[in-house]
Antibody
């Protein structure tokens, strides 16, 4: 059974960088059939996609966060990571990692991730001094 | 980019049928698959519908999805409502470079 587990500091100071890692077990992060993504949810609010990465390192980022986000992958450890810089209180949220199945887009010739089928339990990150 | 708009809340009685809508602001709803997630309090979301109308294994057939090109919207229908269906429901779709969630709909079964 595939499992994803987020880890990282639960408290980050304003203006600093939030760093989280997602460890994948029960499956390989190097599978050609999946991207791996980060999604967040501020307390009492809805879901926001942050970005997604392929095992090769190919990435998609939310345009509204792109200038502050870096997602990387370490296939040797079966992990992928999120860095969000210059955080403010607005970045306080539960952060989820998730697996994204892909389909082959005939028009572009690319494999496109299109939804999230397995999610981690989520980790609350609070931005506060 | 586009937005997905959902009603903030819906309520219905046990045993009844409820439909939650999800309207795409730009681009055709039929161009990219729509998914629906259920989220109970304190838990991660789980998929109840993918590829517009497909149910993952383990999701009861009381859950169904559809799209309507004329209104550029998708719908999640839950029939034979049970109290355990009370949760937040999110639609999700994408375009060439972005993945978007709707704002979520709180379903109350009373």
């Amino acid at each position: 059974q595939l499992q994803l587990q987020e880890s990282g500091p639960g408290l980050v100071k304003p203006s600093e960088t939030l760093s989280l890692t997602c460890t994948v077990s029960g499956g390989s992060i190097s599978s050609s059939s999946y991207y791996w993504g980060w999604i967040r949810q501020p307390p009492g609010k809805g879901l926001e996609w942050i970005g997604s990465i392929y095992y090769s390192g190919s990435t998609y980022y939310n345009p509204s966060l792109k200038s502050r986000v870096t997602i990387s992958v370490d296939t040797s450890k079966n992990q992928f990571s999120l860095k969000l810089s210059s955080v403010t209180a607005a970045d306080t949220a539960v952060y989820y990692c998730a697996r994204a199945p892909t389909y082959y887009d005939i028009l572009t010739g690319y494999s496109i991730p299109y939804y999230f089928d397995y999610w981690g339990q989520g980790t609350l990150v609070t931005v506060s001094s | 980019n586009f937005m997905l708009t959902q009603p903030h809340s819906v309520s219905e009685s046990p045993g009844k049928t409820v439909t939650i809508s999800c309207t795409r602001s730009s681009g055709s709803i039929a161009s990219n698959y729509v998914q629906w997630y259920q989220q109970r309090p304190g838990s991660a979301p789980t998929t109840v519908i993918y590829e517009d109308n497909q149910r993952p294994s383990g999701v009861p057939d009381r859950f169904s999805g559809s799209i309507d090109s004329s209104s550029n919207s998708a719908s999640l229908t839950i029939s034979g409502l049970k109290t355990e269906d009370e949760a937040d429901y999110y639609c999700q779709s994408y375009d060439s470079s972005s993945w978007v969630f709707g704002g979520g709909t709180k379903l109350t079964v009373l």
